[in-house]
């Protein structure tokens, strides 16, 4: 089946550095994949809606600048969170569906959590 | 603005038992999503509910979706321990792949 696949799964940075995510899709091609934030012992919040070969679409109340969201192929997205905060802590999912799919399934990475310190 | 609402937040119950998890939405969907959870896991897709009137099984969880009422439930059948995780419905915005959450259901199914 679909697979998407997230790297790194953990990753532990200090303070004010910048930390990448790579969001791919396995055995498939996403025109359009989506990144949610998950905080502990909460639920998932979209982000923003990350387009092939155009800009990506934030949630309201999402800093753009601080969370740079790049879909370079139609098998890879990344999040970049800049200058990251303790604030920034996280869980980092990004799903996509596969296009042409009736069954209307959206497929999920493993997840990133990030630890800023 | 698309709102989902879960309940209950947290359910204890023993092995062997039924229990029902709810799961109301506020706007008009036609697609909903039951995922499970284990603590520090990603997301693992249970069902997939596309139409008013689906309804799906799995082992001992059942599904189902009454659009018309904008609801959707969890059923578990005669709960086991490997059951214990937590549940999130998702509802898409339209059509758009975009989900909104419920908070989750933490479930616990003691021995």
């Known amino acids: 089946g679909a697979v998407v696949s997230q790297h790194p799964s953990r990753v532990i940075c200090k303070s004010g550095t910048s930390v990448k995510i790579e969001c791919r899709s396995l055995?498939?091609?996403?025109?359009?994949m989506f990144w949610y934030r998950q905080f502990p012992k909460q639920s998932l919040m979209l982000m923003a809606t990350s387009n092939e070969g155009s800009k990506a679409t934030y949630e309201q109340g999402v800093e753009k600048d601080k969370f740079l969201i790049n879909h370079a192929s139609l098998t890879l997205s990344t999040l970049t969170v800049t200058s990251a905060h303790p604030e920034d802590s996280s869980f980092y999912i990004c799903?996509?569906?596969?296009?042409?799919?009736?069954?209307?399934?959206?497929?999920f990475g493993e997840g990133s959590r990030l630890t800023v310190l | 603005e698309l709102k989902v609402e879960q309940n209950p937040l947290f359910l204890s119950m023993q092995e062997g038992k039924n229990y029902t998890i709810y799961c109301n939405y506020s706007t008009t969907s036609d697609r909903l999503y039951w995922y499970r959870q284990d603590p520090g896991k990603s997301l693992e897709s249970l069902f997939v509910l596309l139409s008013n009137g689906a309804v799906k099984q799995e082992g001992r969880l059942m599904a189902s979706l009454d659009t018309k009422a904008r609801l959707s439930t969890l059923h578990i059948t005669a709960a086991v321990h490997d059951l214990s995780a937590t549940y999130f419905c998702?509802?898409?915005?339209?059509?758009?792949?975009?989900?909104?959450f419920g908070k989750g259901t933490k479930l616990t199914v003691n021995p």
């Open positions: 998702a509802v898409d915005q339209g059509g758009s792949e975009k989900l909104v």
């Open positions: 799903s996509a569906a596969q296009p042409g799919r009736t069954t209307g399934e959206l497929f």
């Open positions: 055995d498939f091609q996403a025109t359009t």
